[in-house]
């Protein structure tokens, strides 16, 4: 069974940072591509940035120069450097992978159960 996890959100004042987490666990052979998405109060959930396996990165267009994704592949992570937070990142923020499972002969996507982050004005 795979499993991400997220870790990092919290509360933190406009201007500030924050870096999320999230690890991969369980029988996985490979992972293709990584992202995070996030979903504030009655809005549908979106994109925020995503990597492939090959470290190609793409962001939405709110939070280019000031967010970051990367990934270990050694420890089946990735990270969100978040910079110069403002009140409308305010969301909860879920991890999301394509992982190719032992014995599987496709990939997956798989969701983590959300962090939240607060920015307060």
């Known amino acids: 069974q795979v499993q991400l996890v997220e870790s990092g959100g919290g509360l933190v004042q406009a201007g500030g940072s924050l870096r999320l987490s999230c690890a991969a666990s369980g029988s996985i052979f490979n992972i293709n591509t990584m992202g995070w998405y996030r979903q504030a109060p009655g809005k549908q959930r979106d994109l925020v940035a995503r990597?492939?396996?090959?470290?190609?990165?793409n962001y939405e267009d709110s939070v280019k120069g000031r967010f970051t994704i990367s990934r270990d592949n050694a420890k089946n992570t990735v990270y969100l450097q978040m910079n110069s937070l403002k009140p409308e990142d305010t969301a909860v923020y879920y991890c999301?992978?394509?992982?190719?499972?032992?014995?599987?002969?496709?990939?997956?996507?798989?969701w983590g159960q959300g962090t939240q982050v607060t920015v307060s004005s």
């Open positions: 999301n992978a394509d992982i190719n499972s032992y014995g599987s002969r496709r990939y997956l996507n798989y």
């Open positions: 990597i492939t396996s090959g470290d190609s990165t």
